[in-house]
């Protein structure tokens, strides 16, 4: 497939424009949602960041290769995918014939935005002997032009699944990569993406935190920048992140990722304490705003009205199908 027919053919949602409608305040939401949901033999699959009332109606809340895994075994007719639109759009890969919703077609990705697919075309295009793996954060143009998709729980093993001699190219995630670069010592080339909410947390004020919490263990997401996974005792993905919280002896964690997982952290750990990792400016930044676009609100009306759907061409899909295949069974020899 050419460059020209990678940039038209993207993905689309279609949405009848139902967020005029004004829902009767007095309706119960979470039964509404659990009646639709059998109605309609829908699932609903959650990330970790979004608000906690939505994490607590989904079927399944995970990190992007648990929502992946999940997208791909599922028997409902319909998913309902609370979290941002590449992710959406994987389960959608997935399963052609399913109908996939999503609370807000606007729910975007920074990071996902960094890497437009002719772009990167061009930049695969001059590095031919280069492999490509990408990070699941990225639209289905960019796995399409991907030998490999991985996500922060299976980069590592998927990346090491190579000859140590293999040029490799690693898109969009520059920290990721270079996370990686640092724990295989390999020397991918990596294409200058970040996530705006991982970039933000300061290094100065996490420091003074320390202090004030010495015995506070810093757990960072891989998306941040390299001084503060310098700092960090622990560094995982979302799933990562909450397990290792699980099992560490310790009371007290700063957390270096966007603040929706501290909701499951406090439910499994109701007697120890998780201090957000504080950003650079005087914003909740770490709030990631393309995944906080979703409200319980907009899952319901997203169920009734099943809109806005995901929609693929089927070039397109195929093309962005392998490279998802191809790391959901490097994933499952290595028991992930
Ligand atoms: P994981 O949940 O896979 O760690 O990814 C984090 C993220 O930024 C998703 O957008
Ligand atoms: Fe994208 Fe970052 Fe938001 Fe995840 S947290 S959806 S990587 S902008």
């Known amino acids: 497939m050419n460059t020209q027919s990678f940039s038209s053919a993207v993905s689309n949602v279609e949405s009848k424009g139902f967020l005029d409608i004004e829902l009767d305040p007095e309706l119960d939401l979470f039964a509404a949602i659990e009646q639709l949901k059998k109605e309609k033999n829908a699932v609903v699959l959650a990330h970790y960041y979004q608000e906690p009332d939505i994490q607590d109606i989904a079927d399944y809340i995970g990190d992007s290769l648990g929502l992946a895994q999940q997208a791909e075994k599922t028997e409902a007719d319909m ?27 606007k729910a975007g990705c920074s990071l996902s935005d960094s890497c437009p697919p002719p772009l990167f075309k061009t930049f695969r295009d001059q590095h031919p002997d280069h492999v490509v793996v990408s990070y699941i954060n990225c639209s289905a143009g960019i796995k399409a032009l991907s030998d490999v998709i991985v996500t922060s729980s299976n980069a590592k093993v998927i990346v090491e699944s190579f ?44 420091s003074r935190l320390k202090i004030r919490h010495p015995k506070a263990k810093l757990i960072a997401h891989p998306e941040c920048e390299e001084p503060i996974l310098k700092m960090a005792d622990y560094i995982g993905s979302t799933t990562g992140l909450l397990k290792f919280s699980q099992t560490d002896d310790s009371q007290e964690y700063i957390v270096a990722t966007e603040t929706g997982i501290l909701h499951q952290m406090i439910k499994a750990n109701p007697f120890k304490t998780f201090i957000p ?11 990631c705003p393309h995944m906080k676009r979703n409200t319980l609100e907009k899952i319901y009306l997203c169920m009734k009205y099943e809109t806005p759907a995901i929609h693929m061409d089927e070039t397109l899909r195929l093309a962005a199908r392998k490279p998802i295949d191809r790391m959901l069974e490097i994933s499952a020899q290595a028991g992930l």
Request: charged share 20%; hydrophobic share 45%.
């Open 79 to 105: 998913i309902v995918f609370a979290g941002v639109h590449f992710m959406a759009e994987t389960a959608k890969i997935l399963n052609p014939a399913k109908k996939v919703v999503i609370p807000d077609f």
């Open 163 to 206: 000859p140590k001699e293999q040029k490799i190219i690693f898109a969009p995630d520059k920290n990721l990569g270079a996370w990686i670069n640092k724990v295989t010592g390999r020397n991918m080339l990596l294409w200058n993406g970040a996530c705006q909410v991982h970039e933000i947390f300061s290094q100065e004020k996490i």
């Open 277 to 287: 990792a504080p950003p650079d400016n005087s914003c909740a930044c770490n709030d």
